[in-house]
């Protein structure tokens, strides 16, 4: 029998790779006889330096193997499977060997007794750890999604067949997804470009190169494109996610200058949505579908009311997407929903949904209809009936929302409030030394404030006391009258339409779909920080508005794949989990006197991978870079400083 000692086996080669046979003698009883079993054991150095020994695997008595030669045999091939040496022939010769090997190599395996990278041959370099040094980290997830978003929209195809060049598309697409991960100034963009985020790496273009001239340039060349650009972006998303647009959207929004404008066409003085009565402001109109794609946009003067634009830009629409025989439903506000817009409308052959302009008094309840009750997503209630009002042939539907309801009476109460505390102060100042005193300019200021309040003066009873014949006011009196009743229409507005035959329901779900475009107009505004303009030229302020509704298509095609998914996550949500994925260039010396540096991305934290996964974009923003330079000498450094690195 072969009772070798594990010193006779070193002796034979068998101690190869740390790994080696141990035999155990066991006496059977049954047999009346002593059986060896082998052990696979492994040889390894703690961290003293110090040696130890530890079994690996038992494996019986190798019974299939017959003699010694067999069993060097097997150990050396075991030894070149864990090790992953190739050999010349990647097996051995002796079948039984061969599997025998193999069989206790996937044992080795399936109970992770080894620790296996890859069946690939790896590459190992002794490193010195203490040289290890991180830099150059930069911001890259948010950029990579918007890469990938820009990509799949196919905008660098489309400026291809406009004649661009590479490097400008480059610079464009730089300069793009710059404004939809960090919207700002384009000088600040420069330094954001260069000392804090990785697009340069993502798009190719040299970070050395860019100036904010360069990005001013782009952005008026990608304005010259404009109508080609948003004509290819609507086909392209339709037919991306396979939509039809059979219901649009539109609404205008405004935003204000910070400067004085003085030779603009466009600046000028009007009702700002944000209360800037200081600033001139521009006028933005869109159209969006109801999943938040951009239809057609517009930039009119800043004192255009909002109702004179529908006819101009619907024409254009016609125009560009020439509908011919089934036209979208048009969903619009009140503001926009002038009789002469409807009569419009109705001409140019659309349907319509729109809130009533006009406070109907005179109206019944459709006989064929029955109030229904549904809920908004925040569970309230909201009570729907269709009604009918005399000498109109459109249909009206009676809604009535209780939180609605409730925000009017708040409001009310705070302009009752603010009212009367008005009233107090034009009270005080008739009867405070050096106040106003003369009844004409008494009456003045409680003009001015009926005008602020143009809701709740009508409440009010005022009276200025003081001899008829004198031009002085002695005092004020002021009271609300008794029988005016505060909440009978608080909550109730009326949508009308020229759609028939259709549900209570589905007529208020098609017009609570405006909200999206509330939302677009968020994004584009605060996301997209196209509020306030801070350019001095007409061109640039519209290449500056052009840039942002280009970085809103990247947006909605992001959000819009999301919500299919389940994520429901706001724009800047979305850019905070992805900027937890940096790039990184890690240096380090290895006993050669050689310095490794790698460039790579860190792994997408869990949110940041799930965002991956269901939009199908690729985690890895780009490849790893490894590069290799002799440092001078080699260093003879203590072993204990070098510890083996892979690079796999």
């Known amino acids: 029998m072969w009772t070798t000692s594990r010193l006779e086996y070193s002796s034979l080669g068998l101690y190869i790779c740390n790994m080696y046979f141990k035999t155990i003698r066991k006496y059977c009883k049954a047999e ?40 060097i045999l097997f150990l050396e091939r075991l030894n070149e499977l864990i090790k992953g040496t190739p050999t010349l022939f990647n097996s051995c010769k002796d079948e039984t060997v061969e599997q025998l090997a193999q069989h206790y190599y996937r044992e080795l395996k399936t109970k992770k007794k080894i620790d296996r990278v890859s069946e690939k041959p790896t590459d190992f370099d002794l490193v010195n750890l203490k040289t290890l040094k991180n830099k150059n980290i930069r911001e890259v997830g948010a950029e990579s999604l918007c890469f990938q978003a820009f990509h799949q929209l196919k905008i660098d195809t489309f400026l291809r067949t406009r ?115 200081d600033a001139k402001l521009i006028v933005l109109a869109v159209i969006v579908n109801t999943e938040g794609f951009l239809k057609y946009s517009d930039i009119f003067e800043g004192n255009t009311s909002d109702c004179a634009t529908l006819q101009s830009v619907i024409t254009k629409l016609n125009k560009k997407a020439g509908y011919t025989s089934q036209r979208p439903i048009i969903v619009m506000d009140a503001g926009i929903a002038t009789e002469a817009n409807i009569q419009f409308l109705k001409k140019e052959g659309y349907d319509y949904l729109c809130v009533s302009r006009s406070n109907i008094k005179n109206y019944q309840a459709d006989t064929n209809s029955k109030p229904v009750q549904i809920y908004d997503k925040k569970k309230q209630p909201i009570e729907l009936l269709k009604v009918r009002v005399a000498n109109d042939t459109d249909n009206y539907l009676w809604v009535r929302s209780q939180a609605k309801a409730v925000k009017e009476n708040s409001m009310n109460d705070q302009f009752s409030q603010r009212f009367e505390e008005g009233l107090q102060a034009i009270k005080n100042g008739i009867v405070s030394k050096g106040g106003t005193k003369r009844k004409n300019k008494v009456w003045e200021r409680i003009g001015r404030l009926k005008e602020k309040y143009p809701s709740i003066h009508q409440d009010y009873e005022i009276t200025v006391l003081g001899m008829e014949a004198s031009m002085i006011a002695t005092g004020l009196a002021f009271k609300r009258k008794g029988n005016t009743p505060a909440d009978q229409t608080a909550g109730i507005y009326f949508l009308r339409t020229s759609l028939d035959n259709n549900k209570e329901q589905t007529l208020w779900t098609i017009y609570n779909a405006i909200r999206e475009i509330e939302y677009t107009f968020r994004v584009l505004k605060s996301d997209l920080d196209l509020r306030p303009i801070f350019h001095k030229t007409d061109d640039a302020s519209m290449a500056h508005l052009h840039l942002g509704l280009l970085a809103y298509w990247i947006v909605s095609t992001i959000r819009y794949q999301l919500k299919q998914q389940g994520i429901h996550h706001d724009w800047n949500e979305i850019v905070r989990i992805m900027n937890s994925q940096k790039s990184v260039t890690a240096t380090v010396e290895n006993d050669k006197g050689e310095t490794i540096q790698i460039r790579q991305c860190s792994e997408p934290s869990g949110k940041a991978r799930q965002i991956y996964d269901k939009l199908k974009y690729s985690p890895i923003p780009f490849p790893r870079k490894k590069s290799v330079w002799h440092t001078g000498e080699i260093k003879k450094n203590p072993k204990s400083d070098y510890q083996h690195v892979m690079d796999g």
């Open 32 to 71: 009346n006889t002593t059986h060896i079993y082998f052990r696979l054991c492994e040889s390894y150095r703690d961290a003293n330096g110090f040696a130890h020994q530890r079994m690996v695997m038992g494996l019986g008595r190798l019974l299939e193997l017959q003699d010694i030669d067999q069993r």
């Open 163 to 277: 004649g661009w060049s590479e490097e400008q598309i480059n610079l464009a697409a730089t300069h793009l997804i710059s404004r939809a991960v960090y919207p700002a100034s384009e000088y600040k963009t420069v330094s954001w470009i260069k000392e804090n985020s990785a697009i340069c790496e993502l798009t190719g273009y040299d970070k050395e190169q860019v100036t904010k001239d360069k990005l001013y340039g782009v952005a008026k060349q990608l304005y010259q494109e404009k109508e080609g650009l948003e004509n290819y972006l609507s086909k392209c998303t339709n037919e991306l996610f396979n939509l039809e647009d059979k219901i649009i959207l539109y609404d205008l929004t405004n935003t204000y200058f910070e400067g004085r404008m003085k030779d603009s066409k466009l600046a000028k003085f009007g009702r700002s949505k944000e209360k800037r009565t």
